[in-house]
């Protein structure tokens, strides 16, 4: 019982605190667009199914009070998620956090309204807001000693952190390439996701006739494609060199594919937003699950002592 009050009570003063930067940012967005409290007022009526409704203090604070609890609620579950591990990193896994409401509030937003909400708000402040949120929300949660932070220095020190995750992420954006390729072909235009996002770095394309599908633009995107890889690589090679040293690896492994399924849709949502439907949700999921699985197989070969790992820490675990 007392674990439970341990995780309750920091959970939902981190949603809390995490539903007050959200509000307080979008404060200033609509004072910034000349248009204050215009965001309770959108969402409001999108709940109520009315696109008329003017913000008042009523509105205002029914829509605060769904918030908070909302808020609260994610809160104690992202508490309960850190109390399963030992050690996590702050920034990194706030920004997990930060991304699962980007998702939440995207794919809510959709199903109980039927609107695109987060294109109403703007991909690029819904994002920002829910980043913020969530690395404040990890931050307090650490400060209140829920799970201890994690020293990536000490897995850094070892160099198989950076050969390994070289090689996973190297290997994972060829086969995402790959993926793509396959795409584009069946579907008759061959290169044009990479030649969509070189347009659009490159090229300033704002527009799907602004996009230029050759092999130059698609050459000068290929190194910006593997920049972004392996990075991501080598972060699951240090996390595979803790996960050795801490038995939960599951929720890591789960929460960081998440992440790396939202940084994808939400990157392509605030450079690019027109892309969207032309590259098609499913078509960068799937992308995303192949690269996932391509680091994890590899770091799971290279790292035979999670099996024993998850295995010991399965055994020690009260029924």
């Given at each position: 019982?007392?674990?439970?009050?341990?995780?309750?009570?920091?959970?939902?003063?981190?949603?809390?605190?995490?539903?007050?930067?959200?509000?307080?940012?979008?404060?200033?967005?609509?004072?910034?667009?000349?248009?204050?409290?215009?965001?309770?007022?959108?969402?409001?009526?999108?709940?109520?199914?009315?696109?008329?409704?003017?913000?008042?203090?009523?509105?205002?604070?029914?829509?605060?009070?769904?918030?908070?609890?909302?808020?609260?609620?994610?809160?104690?579950?992202?508490?309960?998620?850190?109390?399963?591990?030992?050690?996590?990193?702050?920034?990194?896994?706030?920004?997990?956090?930060?991304?699962?409401?980007?998702?939440?509030?995207?794919?809510?937003?959709?199903?109980?309204?039927?609107?695109?909400?987060?294109?109403?708000?703007?991909?690029?402040?819904?994002?920002?807001?829910?980043?913020?949120?969530?690395?404040?929300?990890?931050?307090?949660?650490?400060?209140?000693?829920?799970?201890?932070?994690?020293?990536?220095?000490?897995?850094?020190?070892?160099?198989?952190?950076?050969?390994?995750?070289?090689?996973?992420?190297?290997?994972?954006?060829?086969?995402?390439?790959?993926?793509?390729?396959?795409?584009?072909?069946?579907?008759?235009?061959?290169?044009?996701?990479?030649?969509?996002?070189?347009?659009?770095?490159?090229?300033?394309?704002?527009?799907?006739?602004?996009?230029?599908?050759?092999?130059?633009?698609?050459?000068?995107?290929?190194?910006?494609?593997?920049?972004?890889?392996?990075?991501?690589?080598?972060?699951?090679?240090?996390?595979?060199?803790?996960?050795?040293?801490?038995?939960?690896?599951?929720?890591?492994?789960?929460?960081?594919?998440?992440?790396?399924?939202?940084?994808?849709?939400?990157?392509?949502?605030?450079?690019?937003?027109?892309?969207?439907?032309?590259?098609?949700?499913?078509?960068?999921?799937?992308?995303?699950?192949?690269?996932?699985?391509?680091?994890?197989?590899?770091?799971?070969?290279?790292?035979?002592?999670?099996?024993?790992?998850?295995?010991?820490?399965?055994?020690?675990r009260p029924a």
């Amino acid at each position: 019982m007392e674990e439970k009050k341990n995780v309750l009570v920091p959970g939902a003063i981190a949603g809390l605190i995490g539903a007050g930067v959200v509000a307080v940012w979008f404060l200033l967005v609509d004072l910034a667009a000349g248009d204050p409290f215009r965001t309770p007022a959108m969402i409001g009526g999108a709940l109520m199914g009315r696109e008329d409704l003017q913000a008042s203090p009523g509105l205002i604070a029914i829509f605060s009070v769904v918030h908070f609890l909302a808020f609260a609620a994610v809160g104690v579950g992202a508490a309960w998620a850190l109390s399963q591990l030992e050690r996590s990193p702050n920034v990194l896994m706030g920004m997990v956090l930060g991304f699962v409401l980007f998702n939440g509030v995207f794919f809510g937003s959709a199903a109980v309204t039927g609107i695109d909400v987060v294109g109403q708000l703007g991909w690029v402040e819904v994002l920002v807001g829910n980043l913020l949120a969530g690395i404040v929300m990890v931050s307090f949660l650490h400060q209140a000693g829920v799970t201890k932070r994690v020293d990536w220095s000490e897995a850094l020190k070892e160099g198989t952190v950076l050969r390994e995750g070289l090689i996973a992420g190297i290997a994972s954006g060829f086969l995402v390439a790959t993926w793509f390729l396959v795409v584009d072909t069946i579907q008759g235009r061959p290169f044009f996701t990479p030649s969509a996002l070189g347009s659009v770095l490159f090229l300033g394309a704002t527009d799907l006739n602004q996009v230029e599908v050759s092999m130059w633009v698609t050459a000068a995107y290929t190194p910006v494609h593997y920049a972004i890889f392996i990075p991501i690589g080598i972060l699951a090679a240090a996390v595979a060199q803790q996960a050795e040293r801490q038995p939960p690896v599951l929720i890591g492994a789960m929460l960081l594919f998440v992440a790396f399924e939202a940084f994808f849709l939400g990157l392509i949502a605030v450079v690019a937003e027109f892309l969207l439907g032309p590259l098609a949700w499913w078509n960068i999921a799937i992308g995303n699950l192949v690269a996932v699985l391509t680091i994890a197989g590899y770091l799971w070969r290279k790292h035979p002592k999670l099996a024993k790992v998850i295995a010991s820490d399965r055994l020690e675990r009260p029924a």
